[in-house]
C-alpha cells in the first residue's frame, strides 16, 4: 500500500536495517553552562530522555549496552547508528568531538553517526570534519533543535538563538552534502493552530531531509510547567485525537520530499502528568494514516513553498 505520507525509513535510504543507539558523550549546552543561561530552555529536562544504559559508561560500553538492550527487545538490524542525543553533541573543540565520535566509529557494528545539536554549536570546520567522514564512507546525519520558526517564541523559551541562526546552521550542513533532520515542537507557549500552519512555508523554505515532530510535553520540574500553571490559556493543549488532526494539516502543507522521522515524543510516566498516558508512536502513525485517509489527502497536497 502506498503510504499518504512520507515516512522516514533507513533501509530506504542506505538498503540496512540500521537501529540507532542513543548515547551520552558527557557534552553540556551553552544554555546550561551559563554560556547563554544556567536554567536551559524553559522545556528541557534533558534526563527525561537518557535511556538507563547510558549512565556512567563509555561510549564504547554504551554502544554495546544499547546493542544488547535492542536484542533482548527482539529488535534486528544489520548494522547500528551512534546517536549523540544528549545535550549538544557539538559543543566542544574539534579534537574533543573527533574523539568521541571515532571511538563510537571504531565499533565494528557501527556503520556511522547521527549528531543532535543546537544550531549555534556548529561551525565550517566542524561541518566539514562531518563531511569529510561521510566522504570516507560512514553515514553521518545531523539533527538540529528548531523547536519553533519564531523569534518570538524561541525568546519566550529561553533558547539563546534566532531562527536566522537556524536558517545558516540548516543551510551550512546542507550544502556540504550531510542530510539534516529538524526537530519541532508543536503546542509552544503563543503558538496557535494557525501560527503553527503558517510556519510549515518556513520549513518548506530550508534544505531539510526529514523532521521529528513532537507534542510538547510539560515536564515536571521545569520552568514551563509553572508558565502553564499560571497562562494556561497561552499554550494549545491537544489530546491525541486533536493532535493527529493538526499533523494532517502540517503534512499536507509540508513538502512531500521531506521524510517524516517522528510525530510524537514520549517521556518515562515519572516525569509527566500528561493525559496522553502510554500511546505507542506506531499507534499513532497508523491513526495519522488513517486520518489522511479519511481525508482523501496526502502529504505536500496543499503546499505553498517558499523555494529552499
Ligand atoms: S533543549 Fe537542548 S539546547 Fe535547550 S537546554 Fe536542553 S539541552 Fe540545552
Redesign the pocket.
Known sequence: MQRRFNVFSYKERYGLRLQRLTLDAGFT?P??DGTLGLG??T??D?AAFHPAYTRGKSISEQIDAGIAFHRTRGRKADAYLAYFQA??NTYAPLSVLKDRYEEALAHPLVKGLVIGT?PDCVDAEKLEYLASLRAAGKIVEVEY?IESVYDKTLQRVH?GHDFACTDKAVRDTARLGLPVCGHVILGLPGETREIILEGIRILNSLPLTSLKFHQLQIIKGTPMEKEFAQKPEDFLRMGPDAYVDLLADILERLRPDIAIERIASSVPPAFTDSPWGLLKHEVLMHRLERRLEQRDTRQGQRVVAIGP
Do not use: A, E, T, Y
Request: glycine share 16%.
Open positions: 549546552c544554555n546550561r536551559g530552555c522545556f528541557c534533558n545535550f549538544s543546537r533543535g533558547r
